[in-house]
Every structure is written in C-alpha cells, then in structure tokens.
C-alpha cells in the first residue's frame, strides 16, 4: 500500500508565508509526477501547481505564479509547497497527489493525501 501524508497547513494572516510538505511512504518502485491542490469551501477541488519527477518542470495555477514556488526532493520521495504573500483566497484543504508505481504493478497509479488546512485572515 502507498500513503501520502501533508503537513505544515495552519492559520496565517494575510502577507504570511507557510510551507507544506508531502511524503510518500509504503511499497514504492518509484515516483512519477506530484502536485498540490486545494478545494475552498462550496467550490470544485482545482489544482495548485505540479512537478515532473526529477523536478525538470513546473507548472502554476495563475492564480499563485510568483507567490508560490513547489519543489520535491526524490531522495525523500517528498514534494513541497513554498506558499508566499498568502491571501484569504488561498484559504482551502490542500491535498498532495503524486503518481506512484507500487512494486506490485508495472504502472503509475494516481494516490492522494489526506488533505492539510490552510487559512489565511484577513
């Protein structure tokens, strides 16, 4: 079995920063692509940013380009969300997914975390 376990969500006050982080941990070959997402209350879950494996690409939500950075660590089977001048639209449950080939199967196969609050006053 494979479990993504999020971390670093909390309350921050508008301009803050917080850093989220995502390990991958069970019967791993290896790991594909990861992203974060993050679904506010009354709307659809929608994605945040994503990485390549080996970290070669990144792609941004509009809504976050220059204030949020991702980044992974493949030793670690770990990605992280480096979130910047937060605003209380970015309020939400952020959720890591990443792209996993267990040892007992030939491809990927997408897993999610659990989810981590993120809340930002105003």
């Known amino acids: 079995q494979v479990q993504l376990v999020e971390s670093g969500g909390g309350l921050v006050q508008d301009g803050g920063s917080l850093r989220l982080s995502c390990v991958a941990s069970?019967?791993?070959?290896?790991?594909?692509?990861m992203g974060w997402y993050r679904q506010a209350p009354g709307k659809e879950r929608e994605v945040v940013a994503s990485i390549t494996a080996g970290g070669g690409s990144t792609v941004y939500a509009d809504s976050v380009k220059g204030r949020f950075t991702i980044s992974r660590d493949d030793a670690k089977k770990s990605v992280y969300l480096q979130m910047n001048s937060l605003k209380p639209e970015d309020t939400g449950v952020y959720y890591c997914?990443?792209?996993?080939?267990?040892?007992?199967?030939?491809?990927?196969?997408?897993?999610w975390g659990q989810g981590t609050q993120v809340t930002v006053s105003s």
């Open positions: 997914r990443a792209v996993v080939t267990p040892r007992t199967a030939d491809w990927g196969v997408p897993y």
């Open positions: 069970g019967n791993i070959y290896s790991v594909h692509g």
